[in-house]
């Protein structure tokens, strides 16, 4: 699992939240069989990390309207890099959305 990446982007509905921009989270979890990287102490077991990092820093450069959208790229992404991840599960967050009142953040959550 990888919590609390933050990232700073142009997403959103309205014209000047992609002016702008914003801050952003993202969490990944993934489900998978940990076997070979128990027993062999070997990265092909699992998942790196920093290859996850990457992509979802990819998609997050790549301006959109949606927060689903955002999360269901990462999903497609990490499958397909990582055939063996049986599940994602995918978090994310804007800071302060434009809505009229106090609210710290808006989440969508994706898992397939």
């Known amino acids: 699992m990888l919590e609390g990446m933050e990232f700073y982007a142009r997403h ?5 939240e992609r002016i702008i921009g914003n801050k ?13 990287a ?5 990265l092909e077991g ?13 998609v997050m450069s790549i301006d959109a ?6 999360a269901g ?12 991840v049986q599940e994602v599960k995918v978090r994310v967050s804007k800071y302060n959305p434009p809505v009229k009142g106090l609210c710290q953040k808006a989440t969508v959550e994706l898992t397939a």
């Open 38 to 42: 128990v027993e062999e102490d070997k």
């Open 12 to 16: 959103g509905y309205y014209e000047e």
């Open 24 to 36: 952003y989270s993202v969490d990944v979890e993934m489900e998978l069989d940990f076997n070979e």
């Open 46 to 58: 699992t998942v790196n990390y920093e290859k996850v990092y990457a992509m979802v820093a990819e």
């Open 65 to 70: 309207i949606l927060l689903e959208h955002l």
């Open 73 to 84: 790229k990462i999903i497609k992404r990490i499958k397909s890099k990582f055939p063996h």
